[in-house]
Antibody
Framework: QLLLKESGPGLLEPSETLSLTCSVS??????????WGWTRQPPGKGLEWIGT???????FSNPSLRSRVTISVDTSKNQFSLKLRSVTAADTAVYYC????????????WGQGTLVTVSS | QSALTQPASVSGSPGQSVTISCTGTSSDVGTYQFVSWYQQHPGKAPRLMIYEVNRRPSGISNRFSGSKSGSTASLTISGLQTEDEAEYYC???????????FGTGTKVTV
């Protein structure tokens, strides 16, 4: 059974950098059959795709966040990470790590999500 | 890139069928077969229900079906059950710059 679990600080001040890690168990992040990504959901609102990374390190991200986002992968730890710079209150959301199949790229496995609040 | 348009809510009685629409543009739904649907219960992570317009992942009931016509995709839930009450989101691939766009979400009430 594949499990994804997000970890990182739950409270940030404006202008800080959000750093989250997704630990993957029950499967290898080094598989060529999958991508690994991040989505988010502000409280009471809809879903937004943030970005995706392949085991090789190739990444692609939402153009609206691209200038502030870095996504990386650590195959030795079976983890991948998200950094979002210069956060504001608008970045307050539940952040989910996800797996994407290379066929059709659906988000087929989701972590439980972690709430990150940006407030002074 | 704007979110795909879904109705805010749909409702039906147990045993009935409901259909949720997801309207995009020629840059996303209208061009690509990579439309997926997600079910989200309150406080829970989304769950993949349909991918590539009409394919069901293993373990998803055949009461859930997907289709597409032009720039509008649809999810149909037949034989409604109380556990189907949830928020549903569509998602489409939108090319190699935008990549993925989600729908606005639809609350299904049974």
């Amino acid at each position: 059974q594949l499990l994804l679990k997000e970890s990182g600080p739950g409270l940030l001040e404006p202008s800080e950098t959000l750093s989250l890690t997704c630990s993957v168990s029950g499967g290898s992040i080094g598989s060529s059959e999958y991508y690994w990504g991040w989505t988010r959901q502000p409280p009471g609102k809809g879903l937004e795709w943030i970005g995706t990374v392949y085991y090789s390190g190739n990444t692609f991200s939402n153009p609206s966040l691209r200038s502030r986002v870095t996504i990386s992968v650590d195959t030795s730890k079976n983890q991948f990470s998200l950094k979002l710079r210069s956060v504001t209150a608008a970045d307050t959301a539940v952040y989910y790590c996800v797996r994407q199949a290379t066929s059709g790229w659906p988000f087929d496995y989701w972590g439980q999500g972690t709430l990150v609040t940006v407030s002074s | 890139q704007s979110a795909l348009t879904q109705p805010a809510s749909v409702s039906g009685s147990p045993g009935q069928s409901v259909t949720i629409s997801c309207t995009g543009t020629s840059s996303d739904v209208g061009t690509y077969q990579f439309v997926s649907w997600y079910q989200q219960h309150p406080g829970k992570a989304p769950r993949l229900m349909i991918y590539e317009v009409n394919r069901r992942p293993s373990g998803i009931s055949n009461r859930f079906s997907g289709s597409k016509s032009g720039s509008t995709a649809s999810l149909t839930i037949s034989g409604l059950q109380t556990e189907d009450e949830a928020e549903y989101y569509c998602c489409s691939f939108a090319g190699s710059n935008i990549f993925y766009v989600f729908g606005t979400g639809t609350k299904v009430t049974v």
